[in-house]
């Protein structure tokens, strides 16, 4: 299944997509793609009922509706850093021994075709298209990767948009360079795993200003979904509806020599391979 979230910021409906043209509203049965969604049944009833209304001609067509993120603003957003081994080249670190984890606001969740702003102060923005894995029930302390595997709801396209110079010039972590307001894009659908052959085997790019930057392969991943899943629940409860960006492949502003940075006006397309594609505006300090 294909779940999207149509309307205005903030009265977003959820709606499942049927094919370019047609989505099936199920606004008047799910409140929304929620935690209490997600940890409920929520994924097995929606099947049944799409069906049951497609086979009705309860259905439908897209009219320009704005898109918003997939899911609802979750409990937490957790990044994966250098997870490809062609971007921790260009970046200069070593490949991580273990998942380098770092967080991300959650309030910095946007839809894919949503303005992002740059921050006040700003100089160094950059561009990460991601793999971004929806947990879909509580995790703690997963011992298999088969456990992981049900505990994963979906996959979605994110950008995680960065400021360098707040991530790695202005001390401490990396979470000041990762939490301004709309600086995870995500969507335009959560893809249930049985719509993909392969998660491991997905292509992935992204252009700015109609320049390709980046183009990648989950191919090249160092740790796949399953194992970031169970690896991330030894340290902390992951719930239902949170989202985890699993890092991005080579091409962002901060590997090119001389480095690029995004400028007002910029437009960032991205995509992954049976994942959707995204289009953002890039626009001036509030
Ligand atoms: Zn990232």
């Given at each position: 299944m294909y779940l999207m979230r149509l309307g205005p910021v903030g009265s977003e409906k959820p709606v499942v997509r049927l094919d370019e043209q047609h989505y099936v509203d199920v606004s008047d049965t799910v409140p929304d793609f929620d935690e209490t969604f997600f940890g409920g049944d929520g994924l097995a009833r929606l099947g049944p009922l799409v069906a049951e209304r497609t086979a009705a001609g309860s259905v439908q067509s897209f009219a320009g509706e704005r898109v918003g993120?997939?899911?609802?603003?979750?409990h937490q957003i957790l990044c994966i850093g250098l997870n490809y081994a062609d971007h921790a080249a260009e970046t200069g670190m070593d490949l991580p021994t273990e998942p380098i984890l770092f967080t991300k606001s959650p309030n910095t969740l946007v839809g894919p075709h949503d303005d992002v702003r740059l921050p006040r102060g700003s100089t160094k923005v950059d561009w990460e298209v991601e793999l971004g894995v929806v947990i879909g029930r509580r995790a703690s302390?997963?011992?298999t990767e088969a456990e992981a595997r049900e505990a994963v709801a979906g996959f979605v396209v994110v950008n995680d948009v960065s400021e360098r110079a707040f991530q790695?010039?202005?001390?401490?972590?990396?979470s000041k360079g990762k939490s301004?307001?709309?600086?995870n894009p995500a969507g335009p659908w959560l893809v249930t795993?049985?719509?993909?052959?392969?998660?491991?085997?997905l292509d992935m790019w992204l252009d700015v200003s109609g320049v390709r930057r980046q183009t990648g392969s989950t191919?090249?991943?160092?740790?796949?979904p399953y194992f970031i899943v169970r690896y991330l629940s030894q340290f902390m409860v992951l719930e239902p509806g949170d989202l985890i960006n699993t890092g991005t492949p080579p091409g962002v502003g901060m590997g090119l020599r001389p480095p690029v940075w995004l400028q007002a006006g910029d437009v960032m397309e991205l995509g992954i391979e049976g994942l959707g594609t995204q289009r953002q505006v890039v626009v001036a300090p509030r």
């Open positions: 993120a997939p899911i609802a603003r979750p302390y997963l011992e790695t010039e202005r001390g401490g972590q990396w301004a307001e709309t600086f795993p049985d719509e993909i052959d392969d998660v491991l085997d191919k090249t991943m160092v740790f796949d």
